[in-house]
């Protein structure tokens, strides 16, 4: 997947694509994820609250066994963990990998029928699988945490925390608790779903619609309409959200965490306060390349709505950046587009032109990956994959990787569209198949990404490699446009991944307030508008009512998706590229450098990959760029031009908000 904000929506398939067949087992947002579909959102949603609800009786009913004797739990807990030793350790995560294989396997299998036939029956049979994976998951969790005060060695200790943080929202151990959390989940997940706005002409109106006209609409008013009309959903999702904060809570406390925030930052090879302090610290340092394109696109916006509706001396009005949620504004690019940057050549055309179909665009984007030296992908890819979209079903069409065995089972699953961005998408996905079959021989529980922005990271620093010199070398375009052109291209860029970046830290900003209760419900709005303003510059452009709940507005709230991945995935996918860039002895800037047909960059590459999880990601990171800290300043190198370009544009006017 190219784009963050699609990510969790279908996060079921993601799993397997993006974080190994197994980590499905253990994340209980997939069963909310894996009925979502673009068209029937209602439905699918209504069908998910149920599987849901079964789901968390199963779960419930396994804990109720286990809490039969209430009283004598703790004295319990006390004794195994005298008795239990080494060996009982190994045990465990030897039995609890055998079954995530098996119970992998199926869930992968089911989620790849479910999302290539959609009907009732295929959605029942991938919500039964997911159940069963759920279920074990919680298991493995709780046993996990008995082990917290058992002397075990270091992989063993490194097994033991994958199975305690796989878990999103842990669920406290009364089986009553545990199935009013799935509850919850099941209904946040349908208000989101099921959302919808009619306009004040009574036309109805999806998320899908209002998407696109917050893309591609220049009125103000259309706009803001749109942006008001699709927050209503959101307010009777608050209490629901805080009521399931405090269960989650109560269940990150079961397993040794002080709240779920701090859980969700336990996951990152380092003390979950010095990790909130280590995103800040790369935020500071893109931030002033962020003032400057926040000053541009302030000064344009101005210029196309009249400085009245965007003052220039304050936060932009959050409709009019070209996205529901101001998170990426590549969708203004032509209201704020430099002059005279058209790059002079257009790929859709080039594909065309060039005699590419869906086949061979794949084809064209598995040689990227095996000029580096990577081993073809294998012809099972081809027979089981899906390249075009079916004329007689449906499926769900938004890109995601796939590895079907933990083998060499690698697919993709994409509606594939003749255009340049697609070609860019196609060698993304590819990145995810590479990475988990670079992983493959590791053990169950590290055949995954080294944390978990490096999957998406990995895929995008592919993406940043396909450039106009890459182009050229494969032959689609017959020139490549001198450097005055870059800056058409770097504002793109920088329009969606430069514009995200602040937004990528502050959803999980909010929430770690919330869960550690310095946000309290009455005050969750404020709190959001706030954090908003202070690392986007965007308000909201109308007063908020009492009631509002926008964060449940974002999928990812009450969807329940850690966000920080993304953030991180926006980091690292620069600085890996400009390690990479650095091996294979380029000498351009680094925006205009492709590692295309360099071994030595794929091999240094692929040493990284397959350690997949094995190792602190630190240890993963310095392998490729040197450096166990990541550093935030290869987004400076790669934007440099842009960033003189925008200071000099911006000389006089007023920045900052
Ligand atoms: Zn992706």
Redesign the pocket.
């Known amino acids: ?2 784009e963050p904000f699609f ?1 969790p929506i279908f996060s079921f398939a ?1 799993s397997f ?2 974080c190994s067949a197994f980590n499905i087992l253990i994340s209980p947002i997939n069963l909310q994820s894996i009925n979502f579909k673009m068209k029937k959102i209602t439905n699918t949603f209504k069908y998910t609250a149920v599987a849901l609800v079964v789901a968390t009786s199963l779960a419930g009913c396994n804990q109720e066994v286990t809490n039969s004797n209430t009283e004598t739990q703790a004295e319990n807990k006390q004794a195994e963990q005298v008795t239990l030793t080494s060996s009982d350790v190994q045990t465990f995560l030897d039995d609890a990998a055998k079954e995530m294989i098996v119970l992998g396997k199926s869930n992968a299998r089911a989620a790849w029928i479910y999302s290539n036939f959609i009907t009732e029956d295929t959605a029942s049979l991938a919500a039964e699988s997911d159940q069963l994976s759920t279920e074990a998951g919680v298991r493995f969790a709780m046993q996990a945490a008995k082990f917290d005060n058992v002397e075990v060695t270091p992989t063993q200790r490194r097994q033991l925390n994958i199975l305690k943080q796989s878990l999103v929202l842990p669920a406290p151990q009364d089986s009553k608790k545990s199935a009013e959390l799935a509850q919850i989940g099941a209904e946040l997940g349908s208000l989101y779903g099921k959302g919808s706005y009619t306009t004040k002409e009574g036309k109805k109106l999806s998320l899908g619609d209002m998407t696109s006209t917050m893309a591609t609409s220049r009125n103000y008013d259309e706009l803001l309409e749109m942006w008001q009309g699709w927050r209503e959903i959101s307010p009777p999702m608050k209490p629901l959200y805080t009521r399931q904060a405090e269960l989650a809570n109560e269940g990150a406390n079961g397993l040794g965490y002080k709240d779920l925030g701090a859980m969700w930052r336990s996951n990152y090879d380092m003390p979950a306060d010095d990790f909130a302090k280590e995103l800040d610290r790369l935020w500071g340092q893109v931030k002033p390349l962020y003032d400057d394109l926040h000053c541009y696109v302030r000064s344009e916006l101005g210029e196309e709505y009249g400085e009245d509706k965007v003052p220039q001396d304050k936060p932009i009005p959050a409709h009019l950046l070209g996205n529901m949620w101001a998170q990426s504004w590549g969708n203004i690019y032509d209201v704020v587009a430099p002059e005279n940057a058209d790059p002079g050549y257009d790929v859709t055309k080039q594909l065309a032109a060039n005699d590419y179909d869906e086949i061979k665009m794949v084809k064209g984007a598995e040689k990227f990956f095996t000029s580096l030296g990577f081993e073809a992908l294998p012809e099972t890819f081809w027979t089981r994959s899906l390249f075009t979209k079916p004329e007689d079903r449906d499926v769900i069409c938004h ?3 796939w590895d079907l065995d933990a083998k060499d089972d690698l697919r993709i699953k994409m509606c594939i569209q003749k255009t340049g961005e697609e070609f860019s998408v196609i060698h ?2 590819l ?2 198949n590479f990475y988990q079959r670079a992983y493959k021989d590791q053990p169950v529980y590290f055949q995954n990404s080294a944390n978990d922005g490096f ?2 990271a990995i ?2 620093t592919i993406a940043l490699s396909v450039t106009p010199k890459y182009l050229k070398e494969i032959g689609l375009i017959d020139t490549i446009p001198d450097e005055s052109k870059d800056i058409g291209l770097l504002m793109k860029m920088a329009l969606e991944k430069i514009a995200f970046i602040p937004f990528g830290l502050l959803v999980d900003q909010w929430r770690w307030k919330v869960y550690s209760g310095e946000v309290t419900p009455e005050n969750y709005n404020t709190a959001w508008w706030e954090l908003r303003e202070k690392y986007q510059g965007v308000a909201a452009p109308i007063a908020r009512d009492t009631d509002a709940f926008d964060p449940g507005a974002k999928y990812h709230i009450p969807g329940n998706t850690p966000y920080s991945r993304y953030f991180l995935a926006h980091i690292q996918q620069f600085e890996f590229h400009r390690a990479l860039c650095e091996i294979s002895g380029n000498t351009d800037p680094i925006h205009r450098c492709s590692i295309y047909n360099n071994k030595d960059a794929g091999k240094a590459l692929n040493t990284m990959l397959e350690m997949g999880s094995s190792q602190p990601w630190q240890e993963a990171y310095k392998v490729l760029t040197g450096n166990e800290q990541m550093d935030a300043t290869a987004i400076l190198d790669y934007f440099a031009p842009l960033q003189t370009w925008l200071k000099d544009k911006n000389q006089g006017k007023q920045c900052g908000f």
């Open positions: 997947m190219a990510y993601i694509a993006l890109a995601s990787a993304h996905e990145g995810h999957h998406e895929g995008d």
